[in-house]
């Protein structure tokens, strides 16, 4: 049983646990955040999800992520799941978008990280993960542009890509 802490729409906390899987009560949302991990020599790692997940199975996408755990601040959150899908530990984080789901009832961070590490050392998280690859930046962007990214997804990486200018 994965439990969460429930936030109000201005992120401030509600003081009431959620279980995944259950109704959230009106007004109340949860916490998600994701990373979009570039290697200095300006590469950014996909991760191909689990054939089994439920949504996208078989699919590329430009991050790790998921719900804050109880307790859990979106840099605690954001510094487990990189490290749980792609075995990456790193402090180097910037947020880089924030959006409230309505809709999935969700505040929602997607952050940059900057990383050295081995590109040949990512681990894969069962269930979760398949493979992974790098891809240059025009690759990359390429990559966004195409049908192969996940739709909600593509849409906050052309935002940031456009932010940059690169598009």
């Given at each position: 049983m994965e439990v969460w802490d429930g936030?109000?729409?201005?992120?401030?906390?509600?003081n009431i646990d959620l279980i995944r899987g259950e109704v959230l009560p009106d007004d109340v949302y949860h916490l998600v955040c994701e990373v979009l991990v570039q290697h200095k020599d300006g590469d950014y790692l996909l991760m191909r999800r689990d054939l089994s997940k439920p949504n996208y199975g078989?699919?590329?996408e430009a991050t790790a992520g998921g719900s804050a755990l109880?307790?859990?601040?979106?840099?605690?959150?954001?510094?487990?799941?990189?490290?749980?899908?792609?075995g990456i530990v790193s402090e180097n984080f910037e947020?880089?978008?924030?959006?409230?789901?309505?809709?999935?009832?969700?505040?929602?961070?997607?952050?940059?990280?900057?990383?050295?590490?081995?590109?040949?050392?990512?681990?894969?998280?069962?269930?979760?993960?398949?493979?992974?690859?790098?891809?240059?930046?025009?690759?990359?962007?390429?990559?966004?542009?195409?049908g192969e990214m996940i739709e909600t997804q593509k849409k906050r990486y052309l935002n940031y890509f456009n932010q940059k200018g690169y598009l």
């Open positions: 936030y109000f729409r201005d992120g401030t906390r509600a078989g699919y590329y109880k307790g859990e601040d979106k840099m605690a959150c954001i510094k487990r799941e990189l490290l749980e899908e792609t947020e880089i978008d924030h959006f409230v789901f309505d809709d999935d009832k969700c505040i929602f961070y997607t952050f940059l990280c900057v990383t050295d590490c081995d590109k040949t050392s990512i681990s894969l998280q069962k269930g979760e993960t398949m493979s992974y690859k790098w891809l240059n930046e025009t690759d990359f962007i390429s990559f966004v542009n195409s």
